[in-house]
């Protein structure tokens, strides 16, 4: 039982410590850092006039402050991605550049079906906020944005896990 060893993707072995938690084991709070700090890049395009503002929050009617809560959910879907690379299979993979940055943009585009296409059009414009248009889910900028967020989100990762945690 507490003797058994598990085999990661790279082939390495770590022995198997019981009761392993997702919560004291994974890289969960750094990857949320990567993801506010990868969340920085829509507020600092728009500032730079490029592209336009968080389409889902600058939406919403008199809402300026679209950028504080666009930072602070990428810092909760930053910690979202470390607690799934977490998964043994995963885990050395994320940790190296190219391969978690492909893994980081699978999640961005995640992201992007589940907060554009699912979460804001068919759920939130039609029974919370009634008076905000829908997105048009396949316009370039909310696509860009999330497959941004995530290559950045992967890269970060494996930078900070894989090589400044070591």
Do not use: C, K
């Amino acid at each position: 039982m507490g003797t058994e060893t598990e085999v990661d993707a790279t082939g390495e072995t770590e022995p198997d410590v019981p009761n392993r938690s997702i919560i004291t084991y994974a890289h969960w709070p750094q990857a949320a850092v990567v993801g506010g700090v990868a969340g920085l890049t829509r507020p600092l395009l728009n500032a730079a006039g490029l592209g336009s503002s968080a389409g889902v929050l600058a939406a919403l009617p008199e809402f300026q402050l679209w950028w504080v809560i666009h930072i602070g959910y990428s810092i909760v879907f930053g910690a979202g991605f470390g607690a799934l690379v977490y998964h043994e299979r995963l885990r050395s993979a994320a940790e190296s550049i190219p391969i978690g940055t492909v893994l980081g943009f699978g999640y961005g585009v995640a992201l992007w079906v589940g907060n554009v296409v699912v979460v804001w059009n068919f759920l939130l414009v039609e029974y919370a906020f009634t008076t905000a248009e829908p997105i048009d889910f396949l316009a370039v900028d909310p696509i860009v944005d999330h497959l941004l967020f995530g290559a950045l989100l992967g890269l970060g990762y494996a930078l900070v896990v894989g090589r400044l945690m070591d």
